[in-house]
């Protein structure tokens, strides 16, 4: 009977150290394959008009529903994109009196818009505008 008691008692502790263990350790919801950077992405844009650059920055992310706004800080502007857009109704010419844009609500797929904008009737510029989704 001796032997028993000793061989229960450590099964016991065994038992005791590995539900410890795995308790520990268990599996998680999620498994971790690699680290991954992750970035914040600012969304609504107000683009700066600048009669030298064009605009600033040169190259937008935009986000579903968001809006983007080109800020001529007193210069005439016009923006015209050629070929698709990323604005609501397909919306293509904003300037300084009309310088927001509702970007549209669905994007399948990462997609790059060039336009060209005209600052002070003289200066041509073609800056870009990365459509994309959800970040």
């Not at 040169?58 to 007193?74: H, I, M, Q």
């Amino acid at each position: 009977m001796h032997s028993i008691s000793v061989w229960w008692s450590a099964a016991g502790r065994v038992g005791l150290v590995l539900l410890l263990v795995f308790g520990a350790n268990g599996c998680k919801e999620q498994p971790m394959v690699g680290k991954k950077k992750i970035r914040p992405v600012n969304c609504d844009q107000t683009i700066a008009v600048d009669p030298n650059k064009g605009a600033y920055p040169l190259a937008v992310f935009l986000c579903e529903d968001d809006t983007v706004t080109w800020d001529g800080k007193g210069h005439k502007f016009q923006v015209e994109f050629k070929a698709g857009s990323p604005f609501v109704h397909g919306q293509t010419a904003f300037d300084d009196q009309h310088p927001t844009g509702t970007v549209k609500n669905r994007y399948d797929q990462l997609e790059v818009y060039k336009y060209t904008i005209t600052v002070d009737n003289t200066n041509v510029f073609d800056p870009q505008v990365v459509g994309g989704g959800n970040p």
